[in-house]
């Protein structure tokens, strides 16, 4: 009966032998990967209407920045909202799950299109505006990857939501 408790327990954290543990590298890389989507979406959104309406720098960020957290969020509020969880704790669970990882990942990328010579500046012609921001969300995706492994082995990020994928 004990034996049979655990298997339904590893079952249910999708946790079977032979493959990487719910802590483990893989699984910080597909919460990174939920992650750099949501974020890409509204950072790439925000960039393209700050700079297409002529926006400053200030300006342009924190709508990139805004809508980075608010796609990131929608994202993981599809998903446990689909699970059949009420909308109140679905948004606790979404923000438990996201809200470190959307920070780090929105610090590093804006950090490094501000610190790109001119990429604030760019057009949306210009190869250097696109370019810059794909290489942030790069940058973005590597430095965020460890703080969700660190997060899921203790049981916080995406290791929260984790439980409400079936």
């Known amino acids: ?39 890409a979406i509204g950072e790439v959104l925000g960039m393209v209407v700050g700079t297409a309406l ?4 200030t300006a342009t960020l924190v709508l990139a920045v805004t809508l980075a957290f608010f796609f990131g969020y929608a994202l ?3 998903g446990v909202l689909k699970a059949g969880v009420g909308l109140r704790a679905a948004v606790r669970v979404a923000l438990a799950a996201d809200t470190l990882s959307i920070a780090v990942m929105e610090l590093v990328d804006n950090g490094v299109i501000v610190l790109w010579p001119g990429a604030m500046d760019a057009g949306l012609g210009d190869a250097l505006f696109w370019g810059a921001l794909a290489i942030s969300l790069a940058v973005a995706f590597v430095l965020t990857t460890p703080v969700n492994k660190w ?6 990020g995406h290791a929260v939501v984790h439980q409400y994928h079936h």
Request: aromatic residues 4%; proline residues 4%.
């Open 151 to 156: 997060m899921i082995g203790r049981g916080r």
């Open 54 to 57: 002529g926006w400053g720098n």
């Open 76 to 78: 993981t509020l599809r």
């Open 1 to 39: 009966m004990q034996h049979e408790a655990h298997e339904t327990h590893a079952h249910h954290q999708h946790h079977n032998p032979g493959t990487p543990s719910a802590n483990g590298w893989a699984t910080a890389v597909r919460a990174t990967l939920h992650c750099l989507t949501g974020c």
